[in-house]
């Protein structure tokens, strides 16, 4: 008999009767985008859990961190990490800019930030780091560097909503935060995302970049494109946001059952969450060292063959895809991490017996 299959993850959703009773507004509206009510309901509700100065709704979390970077006019060079979704990646370079990457830490797979000065020029605008995993970047050194050298700090913080850092919301740090709202993410709006920032001034010009660059009916002062996040998604946030804490408890839960089944596996190690970090326990990803006696590629195979799907997040490094490798400089820690490095499902409703099943196939190696 074949074995159910395991994805490496699965959506958040609320109730079928929950979700159809919040988009019956819609009907009674006929309001399904352009800032309507549930949208703005949405935006208050997720400024008031991030307890942050500011957010902007878009639709995904690619272009509102494409408009992050646009918000601040800024040109030249951009420091970034290669341990990431291409996305990152993406945006730097298709706002003109050219990203320079930095090398990660082994302990965390964030950013190095002993690494960033070095990388420094007179044409160095920005940092935008990368809380991966939702694993916390040193965020007080990079923003002694930023303000230092008169940088900018975008916080790539996709996986990480829900995670706070000494008490407060991640959100609060840098000058802009990005959080993806991806169907794959903790929290979800089927697709979406949002910045969260200090600077009030930034809030008029978000909401123009994301509309066309429309002041108002009869004028557009600045070019812009089309990154509203609508009725359908917002409503689905909505549902989400009363669910979170919930499904946060029971990824939680699950991380502890892998953290003891594989705690004791020679040649796997394991991602734990840090002193003063709440987690929201978004992925578990494991490295595969040397003395594991199986190869990350050969242990990926036989999940598979069990019909367990884990993933190679990320693989391989930014800088070593076709469209950047040619100008990357080197980064051999992100490049070894990359060929080493699994995730494993993680998800609210994971069962504890699909747990057990997964470690036992890491354990037994067969």
Not at 14 to 23: H, M, V
Not at 127 to 136: A, D, E, R, S
Not at 232 to 241: E, P, S
Request: hydrophobic letters at 35%; glycine letters at 4%.
């Amino acid at each position: 008999m074949k074995e159910e299959k395991i994805f490496v993850t699965r959506s958040s959703m609320p109730s079928y009767d929950k979700y159809c009773e919040k988009i019956k507004r819609i009907w009674e509206t006929h309001w399904m985008t352009n800032n309507g009510e549930m949208h703005n309901e949405l935006e208050a509700k997720i400024k008031e859990y991030l307890n942050v100065n500011n957010i902007s709704l878009f639709t995904n979390g690619h272009l509102a961190l494409e408009n992050a970077i646009k918000s601040l006019e800024l040109s030249g060079e951009v420091i970034t990490t290669p341990f990431t979704f291409v996305s990152t990646t993406h945006a730097i370079s298709r706002n003109g800019l050219k990203p320079i990457f930095c090398d990660i830490k082994r302990d965390d797979y964030t950013i190095d930030t002993a690494k960033i000065e070095s990388l420094i020029t007179d044409k160095t605008v920005a940092i935008i780091p990368v809380h991966v995993y939702g694993n916390v970047c040193d965020v007080e050194k990079i923003e002694e560097i930023a303000k230092k050298y008169n940088l900018k700090v975008i916080y790539d913080a996709a996986h990480a909503f829900g995670v706070e850092y000494n008490g407060k919301s991640i959100a609060n740090y840098g000058d802009i935060s990005m959080f993806s709202f991806h169907a794959t993410k903790v929290f979800n709006t089927i697709e979406g995302g949002c910045l969260a920032y200090k600077d009030n001034d930034l809030k008029i010009r978000l909401e123009r970049l994301k509309n066309f660059g429309i002041k108002n009916e009869e004028i557009i002062d600045q070019i812009g494109g089309n990154a509203k996040m609508n009725e359908f998604q917002a409503a689905m946030g909505l549902c989400n946001l009363e669910e979170l804490a919930e499904n946060i408890a029971k990824r939680k839960e699950v991380y502890l059952k892998y953290i003891e089944l594989l705690k004791d596996i020679e040649g796997i190690k394991l991602n734990r969450v840090k002193e003063n970090v709440v987690s929201n326990y978004a992925y578990f990803p494991i490295l595969v060292e040397d003395n594991y006696g199986l190869t990350r590629d050969q242990l990926y195979d036989l999940l598979m063959k069990h019909n367990i799907y884990a993933r190679k997040y990320f693989y391989p490094a930014t800088n070593e895809i076709e469209c950047y490798i040619k100008d990357a400089n080197k980064t051999p820690i992100a490049a070894e991490v990359s060929r080493r490095i699994l995730t494993l499902p993680m998800y609210a409703d994971l069962e504890t017996e699909n747990v057990k099943r997964i470690c036992k196939v890491i354990k037994e190696k067969r």
